[in-house]
Nanobody, 117 residues
Framework: QERLVESGGGLVQPGGSLRLSCAAS????????MSWYRQAPGKERELVAN????????NYADSVKGRFTISRDNAKNTVYLQMNSLKPEDTAVYYC??????????WGQGTQVTVSS
């Protein structure tokens, strides 16, 4: 069964950094656009960033531009989200997503990121 497993979440102080990882298995990772979404309590899930299958193009939500960087390693079937200058409003469950036209969409189980002093 296809899987996405996130890791790297945790508690960090404002201004700190975290690096999330999402490891994919049992599907052709290199053919999929990969995205990070987040969902804060009481709010809808929102797109944070995405990256095309080759890594040639990235897109970011305005709220994270200049602070977050998405990247991928197709040899390791892994996508990353480097988060710097974290703010309390970045607190959320972060989800990894894989999509490709004409194929199923996959979601990870999520990893909690809490930014608090």
């Amino acid at each position: 069964q296809e899987r996405l497993v996130e890791s790297g979440g945790g508690l960090v102080q404002p201004g700190g950094s975290l690096r999330l990882s999402c490891a994919a298995s049992r599907f052709t990772f290199s053919r999929y656009t990969m995205s990070w979404y987040r969902q804060a309590p009481g709010k809808e899930r929102e797109l944070v960033a995405n990256i095309t299958s080759t890594g040639g193009s990235t897109n970011y939500a305005d709220s994270v531009k200049g602070r977050f960087t998405i990247s991928r390693d197709n040899a390791k079937n892994t996508v990353y989200l480097q988060m710097n200058s974290l703010k309390p409003e970045d607190t959320a469950v972060y989800y990894c997503n894989a999509r490709r036209p004409g194929s199923n969409t996959y979601w990870g189980q999520g990893t909690q990121v809490t930014v608090s002093s």
